[in-house]
Nanobody, 116 residues
Framework: QVQLVESGGGLVQAGGSLRLSCAASGLTFSTYAMGWFRRYPEKERKFVAAITWSGSNTYYDDSVKGRFTISKDAAKNTVYLQMNSLKPEDTGVYYC?????????WGQGTQVTVSS
C-alpha cells in the first residue's frame, strides 16, 4: 500500500516561513507527480502546488504564486513545500498527494496555523 508521511506543520506568525515535507513509501508503479492540497476550516480541499516526477514541472494556485515553492528529492520519494511570507489566510490542513501508476493517494494532513 502507498503511504505518505507528512511533517513540518505548526504555528507561525504572519510573514514567517514553514517547510512541509512528505515522504512516500510502498510505491509499486511509476510516480507521475506529487503535490499539496489544503483545506480551509469548514471548506473542501483546494489545490496548492504540484511537481511532476519527470521534468520537474511545477504548478501553483494563484493564491500562493511567488510565496510558496515546491521541490522534490526523487531518490527519497519526497516532496517539499517551502512556504514564505505566510498570511493568516493560509491557515488550514495541508494534504500531500502522489499520483502514480496505482492511482491517487493522500497523506493524513498536517495543520498550518498563521497568526496575525
Amino acid at each position: 500500500q502507498v503511504q505518505l508521511v507528512e511533517s513540518g506543520g505548526g504555528l507561525v506568525q504572519a510573514g514567517g516561513s514553514l517547510r512541509l515535507s512528505c515522504a512516500a513509501s510502498g510505491l509499486t508503479f511509476s510516480t507521475y507527480a506529487m503535490g499539496w492540497f489544503r483545506r480551509y476550516p469548514e471548506k473542501e480541499r483546494k489545490f496548492v502546488a504540484a511537481i511532476t516526477w519527470s521534468g520537474s514541472n511545477t504548478y501553483y494556485d494563484d493564491s500562493v504564486k511567488g510565496r510558496f515553492t515546491i521541490s522534490k528529492d526523487a531518490a527519497k520519494n519526497t516532496v517539499y513545500l517551502q512556504m514564505n511570507s505566510l498570511k493568516p489566510e493560509d491557515t488550514g490542513v495541508y494534504y500531500c498527494y502522489v499520483q502514480s501508476g496505482s492511482g491517487l493517494s493522500w497523506g493524513q494532513g498536517t495543520q498550518v496555523t498563521v497568526s496575525s
